[in-house]
């Protein structure tokens, strides 16, 4: 059943490509997606949906390098479609503005491999660092950091002055975020002339899981109509609770209550649908990443028997933030495998177009498992052939999935549904 239903989806977006296409552009028109973001799918074989939605991706080491290669000319497309919008002209240099992580090699390998993708994009870039307290002195000194390869990186602590942005005497024409200030809102960028992209204000300091999966449950049933599929294999039951304290069990019993409404939910359609999965839920930070704050339960009762550690673990999320609100979410089992081991895709957007992907795995996770946790380990998926409805055939035999999951239908099918996702973030933004 695993591979049926991709190959059902494919066939019917080949089928319906151009009202899909026209569907995606009035959308994108209306609500422009972010200039870039990550989205996290699980696919269980007979349900597949997105379970996160990053506005800020880091891991751009972990995509193909001909896929690093293939993004330059996107990510310059959708700069120039930007500017147009906000009727500027083309820049000419262009400041990455990170996370402040000077100790975590894998997130500077990353800020290597988007560096260099701006660069080839045709765009002056460097790494700035934003410092609350260093621009209060105006330090120009550059922050040092090494990446996992050894590559070594400066990034300058920036300044605000008369509006404009700056990183030493480096003045950007544009600036680019990849910081989701999750410890709180950047009000100095408030006063920044330049244009930021994504926009600063939709950092987890504002921005909810609830809110995105709203809009992406609705443009997923437009989605299935285009394709007359039943919209219950792409969506995603989601509520949220808040205020919530965990441990001080506080708002515990709505959460509960929440959990019970889910998992029933989940067991009528299991039952229509012949599904004998048992079905259980995710409860997530709603405003968090990095996989921090989640758990999973099978019963609301086990909500009544968390001991303090679990407590403890759903209270704080990044940066050591109180947790205050919850969103109660179906599970969705993974059956993508990778060498016996449980994976999810994750897909990589530049607007609405495809740039890469890499499958997450964990060898002490399971299949009804949060993958993103440390341990996790990233596997290739590469995107550099992607296969267009144009020339889908859906009279051609293609084996069942592999360990590497990179046949054109996966790529067809899981693009499609992450740009579902993306153009509900859009939606996000302009509302």
Known sequence: MTYKLK??????????????????????????????????????GYKIAPVDSNLYPAGFNNI???????????????IEALVSRLGKSIPEKILILPEAHTHNAYYIENLVILSEIITNAGFETIIGWYDESAMQHENTQPVALRSESGKELKAYPINIANEKLMAADFVPDLVLL??????????????????????????????????????????????????????????IDSEEVSPVNFNEEKGLDRVIEATERVLDRMKKAYAERNIKTKPFAFIKNNTGTYGIGIMVVYSGDELKQTNSRIRNKMSIGKNRLPIDSVIVQEGI??????????????????GCELVGGFLRTHAKKGIDENLNSPGMVFRKLCMSDLFSPDNYDSTQEIPPDTDQNTEPVLELVYGSIARVSALATGMELTR
């Open 7 to 44: 190959k059902l989806i494919a066939e019917r977006i080949a089928r319906n490509r151009m009202r899909l296409w026209e569907w995606q552009m009035g959308l994108a028109t209306k609500t422009p997606p972010p200039f870039y973001c990550s989205v996290d799918l699980r696919d269980s």
């Open 64 to 78: 193909c390098p001909e896929d690093i290669r293939h993004a330059s000319p996107v990510f310059r497309a959708q």
């Open 178 to 235: 990849t910081n989701d200030f999750s410890s709180g809102y950047p009000a100095a960028l408030d006063k920044v002339s330049q244009p930021i992209v994504p926009s600063h204000r939709l950092g987890w300091h504002s921005r909810k899981k609830s809110g995105h999966f709203s809009h992406y449950n609705k443009l997923a049933a437009e989605f299935c109509a285009v394709l007359d599929l039943d919209p219950w294999i792409l969506q």
């Open 333 to 350: 089992p993974t059956a993508t495998m990778v060498n016996r081991l449980a994976a999810e895709p994750v897909i990589y957007l530049c």
